[in-house]
């Protein structure tokens, strides 16, 4: 990690809720994700993603990043567009796996009593078909996903989660993929850390100091409140 700023190191005994994203984080779905939307631009005529310049560019709200890569929604709805990412991406499901050594640190946080939530921008309804394909659910004390397939963002859920189960922000640590992730963090004033491994880059992450490029390393940065 470079540059730690002053709300760095954090304790492993301090730390008594984690907030996890799914999509990219937990899960290794960057490599579909890339697929059904060069299928869609292919279908549009555009331009073709490389892996770089995908994770350079996906941002939330979704909409946005839709229009940044030609998209072009002035001649087709949003809700259309969404609905046919949504319909090739179920198909490739049987592709997607978790990411390396996320089971691994779940379990380590679970035998210490650390109350983990997942904070997604995923539909529920799909966020929960793949957390049980897994067999994760019990690894978690609630599960939070989107009421619908827009994926416009999580502050407001993030906010709510928090509420809901008066968590102590001080005491709770966000862990995410992407710049919205740290937004969202700092929206509902919590820790963070962010993991290159899934939908922005380690270059575009780096801009906010907190990237760890194995999930593992989390458990070292708890424990020790320095990275390896």
């Not at 709805?77 to 640190?105: H, K």
């Not at 009593?113 to 997942?118: E, H």
């Not at 989107?146 to 407001?156: L, P, Q, R, S, Y």
């Not at 004033?189 to 290159?196: E, P, Q």
Request: net charge negative.
């Amino acid at each position: 990690m470079n540059n730690p700023d002053k709300n760095f190191p954090i304790k492993f005994k301090e730390t008594e809720n984690i907030l996890w994203d799914w999509n990219g984080t937990l899960l290794n779905d960057v490599d579909v994700n890339l697929k059904v939307i060069n299928r869609m631009l292919s279908r549009r005529g555009l331009k073709q993603l490389y892996l770089a310049s995908y994770k350079n560019t996906f941002c939330f709200p979704v909409k946005l990043f839709y229009e940044q890569i030609g998209i072009d929604l002035e001649k087709e709805s949003f809700g259309e567009a969404a609905e046919e990412y949504i319909s090739d991406y179920r198909s490739c499901e049987d592709e997607i796996g978790l990411n390396a050594n996320a089971s691994f640190v779940l379990d380590a946080f679970h035998q210490k009593g650390i109350r983990q939530y997942i904070l997604s921008a995923c539909g529920k309804e799909d966020l929960m078909r793949m957390i049980n394909r897994f067999d994760l659910a019990g690894k978690f004390q609630e599960i939070y996903g989107a009421d619908d397939i827009h994926a416009h963002g999580k502050t407001e859920t993030g906010k709510i989660l928090i509420q809901n189960h008066s968590i102590d922000p001080e005491r709770t640590l966000l862990i995410g993929d992407t710049l919205h992730d740290a937004e969202v963090a700092k929206a509902i004033g919590i820790n963070y850390i962010l993991y290159s491994g899934g939908h922005n880059s380690y270059d575009l992450l780096n801009k906010e100091s907190r990237v760890i490029t194995d999930l593992k390393e989390i458990l070292t940065l708890l424990r020790c409140g320095s990275s390896t």
